[in-house]
């Protein structure tokens, strides 16, 4: 299922004439019959998030192009060359971040975690993987108290 944004994307890029292929959870989003990768970001705070695997995959696929939209308006307020930018950093005025991996904020809990869940069953992990998708969907961040609330998850067992 496209997120809003998508839809506004593929919409606006049909009337651009693009006959575009939705690639759900793949980076870029969209590619069009002529080759053309599309890859759409919602503006947040005059800033867009990328996190590092999806860096690498647009970087790889090249010639992408940032499609920039609002919640408001059905046209992207921008629109650029992801060949051209450098994230973390700016560009034309937008703040470009890279969003934290949460493996990469406390290794030790991680290898925990996986110690935990090859000597248990994988109910644990398949409830922080949904709770990890439910934090993206949401498009925020995980919150200054996500290692604290797996942490106790872990400790109480899965209910």
Known sequence: MMM???????????????EV???????PDFIATDGQGYEVKLLFKNGMAFHRAQINRLKAFGGVTILVFTTEGDEPVSQFPFDEVEVP???????LYIVADIRDVDPQFWKELKIHCVNQDRTLYKWILDWLRLAVRAEKGLGPNALDVLKNKI?????
Do not use: D, N, T
């Open 4 to 18: 809003p944004v998508e839809e506004k994307a593929v919409r606006w890029l049909k009337g651009q004439g693009k």
């Open 21 to 27: 292929i939705y690639r759900p959870g793949k980076s």
């Open 89 to 95: 950093g700016y560009y034309q005025g937008f703040r």
């Open 155 to 159: 400790e109480r067992g899965v209910e």
